[in-house]
């Protein structure tokens, strides 16, 4: 399994972002997929996440109503738009796929079995 973020980069606070994460190695619909961030010196901390089909979603507080998450599994794509970021939000950005067939959304880390190599989003105020 394989998962390649793209899509990250320097925006001034209030702009926009879409992050994609390919995944290659696995069938879409059977791994739930997570995004997860981490800034220097803090811990990785959960984003948002999505279930294998797509019908499940879920959301760190802190980007509620503010970023979605989305997938094309026909494409074995997962996607993160990021609406009104703020300087908070600068950190890499990962993207974690769970074991196969656990299809539901999870929010730690030690529930994904997969990681990309992140890319690098920065707000500047």
């Known amino acids: 399994v394989q998962l390649v973020e793209s899509g990250g980069g320097s925006v001034q606070a209030g702009g926009s972002l879409r992050l994609s994460c390919a995944a290659s190695?696995?069938?879409?619909?059977?791994?739930?997929i997570g995004w997860f961030r981490q800034a220097p010196g803090k811990e990785r901390e959960f984003v948002a996440a999505?279930?294998?089909?797509?019908?499940?979603?879920s959301y760190a507080d802190s980007v509620k109503g503010r970023f979605t998450i989305y997938r094309d599994n026909a494409m074995n794509l997962v996607h993160l738009r990021m609406n009104s970021l703020k300087p908070e939000d600068t950190a890499s950005y990962y993207c974690?796929?769970?074991?196969?067939?656990?299809?539901?959304?999870?929010?730690?880390?030690?529930?994904?079995?997969?990681w990309g190599q992140g890319t690098q989003v920065t707000v500047s105020s």
């Open positions: 974690a796929a769970r074991g196969r067939n656990f299809v539901r959304p999870a929010t730690t880390t030690r529930e994904y079995n997969y």
């Open positions: 999505i279930s294998g089909s797509g019908d499940s979603t």
């Open positions: 190695g696995l069938n879409g619909d059977d791994y739930a």
